[in-house]
């Protein structure tokens, strides 16, 4: 259900009363925009694994390592291609057609602060794109080339990922979820909560992962040190 601001424009955001003078429904349907953004990440999913899957000098990567560097190529798709158009357009996406900005109307069912341009939401989805998104693809070549720095990319990716994403929940909680219509099984429980507190969960599981990892070489290093001491 349309609803329509003080300047005659129908548009399905909420609070009901929001000013949005410059929108434009979407001419794509939220089946073609899903199908775009899930094949894509798909794709990306797909050539990682089977990339990731290649013997290297140092043999093949474990199936849970393959699967967060298909994480890490998802999210620099997403980061750096969907949340980059946002960072950059994010003041004409309301009237424009362009197909990622008919994605973002089409989200903005679930969270209207993107056809508002929201301070914090504006800030927040343009570091996340330049900075979370090519650090991501930088993970990638990290792991598939076994850098040694690769565990402190993951981390840094992974809190950055993680602050964002509670930030985020944090300002709507505080808000009342006023910009989206509570508990729609699509627009707030799949749109807002799902899509999104996929980036505190596995960010959280990454955070652990390259805690153990770094705290598994840095004893390492101390025990070498150590050994080497007491032949002194």
């Known amino acids: 259900m349309d609803a329509s601001s003080a300047t005659g424009v129908l548009h399905p955001y ?8 410059t929108y434009v429904a979407n001419d794509r349907s939220m089946s073609e925009i899903l199908v775009f953004l899930f094949s894509v990440s798909g794709v990306f999913l797909l050539v990682t694994w089977l990339i990731s899957g290649q013997k290297g000098a140092t043999g093949r990567l474990g199936t ?7 994480w890490f190529a998802v999210c620099g798709f997403i980061h750096g291609v969907i949340e980059g158009w946002f960072s950059l357009y994010y003041d004409i996406i309301p009237g ?9 109307k089409e989200y903005s069912k679930g969270d209207s602060r993107y056809v508002i341009a929201d301070n914090f939401t504006v800030c927040m989805e343009t570091v996340t794109a330049w900075l979370w998104g090519p650090f991501s693809f930088w993970a990638v070549f990290a792991f598939l080339t076994n850098k040694p720095y690769r565990f402190v ?3 840094i990716i992974s809190l950055g990922q993680l602050y964002g994403a509670v930030l ?4 709507e909680h505080r808000d009342g979820y006023a910009h989206s ?5 699509i627009y707030f429980w799949f749109y ?3 899509m999104n507190v996929l980036w505190v969960v596995i960010p959280l599981v990454l955070i652990v992962d390259a805690w153990t990892q770094m705290s598994a070489a840095q004893t390492h290093m101390d025990n070498t040190k150590s050994h080497k001491a007491k032949r002194k």
């Open 96 to 104: 424009d057609q362009s197909f990622l900005s008919q994605l973002w």
């Open 14 to 21: 909420w609070p009901r009363d929001l000013l949005i003078p």
């Open 153 to 155: 990319l993951q981390l």
């Open 168 to 171: 985020y929940f944090f300002t």
């Open 64 to 70: 849970w390592r393959r699967l967060a560097v298909c």
């Open 192 to 194: 807002f909560v799902f």
């Open 181 to 185: 219509e509570l508990g729609h099984p």
